[in-house]
Structures are given as C-alpha cells and as structure tokens.
T-cell receptor, first 114, second 115 residues
Framework: AQSVTQLDSQVPVFEEAPVELRCNYS??????LFWYVQYPNQGLQLLLK??????LVKGINGFEAEFNKSQTSFHLRKPSVHISDTAEYFC????????????FGTGTRLQVTL | KAGVTQTPRYLIKTRGQQVTLSCSPI?????VSWYQQTPGQGLQFLFE???????NKGNFPGRFSGRQFSNSRSEMNVSTLELGDSALYLC??????????????FGPGTRLTVL
C-alpha cells in the first residue's frame, strides 16, 4: 500500500515570493506521483505528474516538482507566486498496478497575500 | 470538449434516506472513478469503473455502491444515509484504466449534506 504525507497544512507567502510545498511518500513498490490543485468550489486540476525518467517535472502555471527517491519526496515549487495561486494543493500517489486509484495527502492550503 | 459533469451540484438529504449521484465523463473516456472528500478524512477513493465493470474498490461500507452504463456515464448510490456521509463527492474520468500516462480529469463535485 502507498501513503502520502503533506507536512504543512497551511503555507502563507507574499506575492512574487518563491514557495515550496512538501510531500513525502511511502511505498514498497514503484509509484507514480501527482500534484493536483483545487480552487474554491471546484474539482481537482492536475498540475504535474512523475511517472519515470527525469526527476524534475514541469507542470502548468509555472509549477515544477522534483522526485527524490532516496528521500522519498516529491516537493512542489514555484519561483514566484501570484495571488491567483491561492488554493488547496494535494499530493497523490498511485501504484503501478492501480494507477487509476489515487491515494491523496491531506492537502496544503497556499495563501498568497500582497 | 466538455469536461466531466456531475449532477446535482448540491443535495440535502436526511438520515436514513438514500441518494444517487450522477457523473458524465469526458467524451471518449471509458474509466470513471469516485472519491469522497471530507474535512476530517480528506480525499478517499471509493471505486472505479471501466467498461461497465468495477475494477477497484476503496474501503467503504456496502452502503456505497456504483455502476457504469454502456455510454460510460456512472452513478453512485448511498443507502441509509448517515450524518458522516456529508461530503463533496468527486468523479474523475480517464481514457482507459490502469495506465499511468492516462490523466484523470475531475468534475466539480456534488456537495451532499445529510441532516
């Protein structure tokens, strides 16, 4: 079984500052890793995903994440955030045999202020 | 191309009743997954259907059931509602099932309130 831990429930940051949202996973098998964003009263939107290959993954809206197998981490980063990035961010994992069954972390609320 | 649609968007029921939620996947998508989102438990996988067959199931009681029709539309049913069933129910669709390159697209959800 896989699990995901998002270490920060809330991350406040000023506009144009860099941000890192942390995610650690646990699994005994190969995994696929995802970051989703949820805006108020909306469903989830895929930001990026790691399947294999290059450990640095670039996604939409200027976000990127780095897969670190030795530290079992998949942290999300953005060099300069905007007010519109205020949302809930979820890290998720799936196993090779159950790729459509996502296990989500508890979410990190990113609050961007002026 | 239209996204995943879920109906109704909001629903209020009382304890003991049953409810049916509907999900229409993106055209051409054959896999539909359901998730429950609550403040206490977060996002939890309910089940997944592909070509009218349930392929995966989460750890939920038998009161939660689902089905998929030949046009890939899916419904989930919750019988004998409990207060703890109050949640946002999200549906996600993908082209196939089990393929990691296959992105899941989520609908806006159905907000169920049980009184």
């Amino acid at each position: 079984a896989q699990s995901v831990t998002q270490l920060d429930s809330q991350v406040p940051v000023f506009e144009e500052a860099p941000v890192e949202l942390r995610c650690n996973y646990s699994s005994s098998v190969s995994v696929y890793l995802f970051w989703y964003v949820q805006y108020p009263n909306q469903g989830l939107q895929l930001l990026l995903k790691y399947l294999s290959g290059s450990t640095l993954v670039k996604g939409i809206n200027g976000f990127e994440a780095e897969f670190n197998k030795s530290q079992t981490s998949f942290h999300l980063r953005k060099p300069s955030v905007h007010i519109s990035d205020t949302a809930e961010y979820f890290c998720a994992v799936s196993g090779a045999g159950t790729a459509s069954k996502l296990t989500f972390g508890t979410g990190t609320r990113l609050q961007v202020t002026l | 191309k239209a996204g995943v649609t879920q109906t109704p968007r909001y629903l209020i029921k009382t304890r003991g009743q049953q409810v049916t939620l509907s999900c229409s996947p993106i055209s051409g998508h054959r896999s539909v997954s359901w998730y429950q989102q609550t403040p206490g438990q977060g996002l939890q996988f309910l089940f997944e259907y592909f070509s009218e067959t349930q392929r995966n199931k989460g750890n939920f009681p038998g009161r939660f059931s689902g089905r998929q029709f030949s046009n890939s539309r899916s419904e989930m049913n919750v019988s004998t509602l409990e207060l703890g069933d109050s949640a946002l129910y999200l549906c996600a669709s993908s082209v196939t099932a089990g393929g990691p390159t296959d992105t899941q697209y989520f609908g806006p959800g159905t907000r169920l309130t049980v009184l």
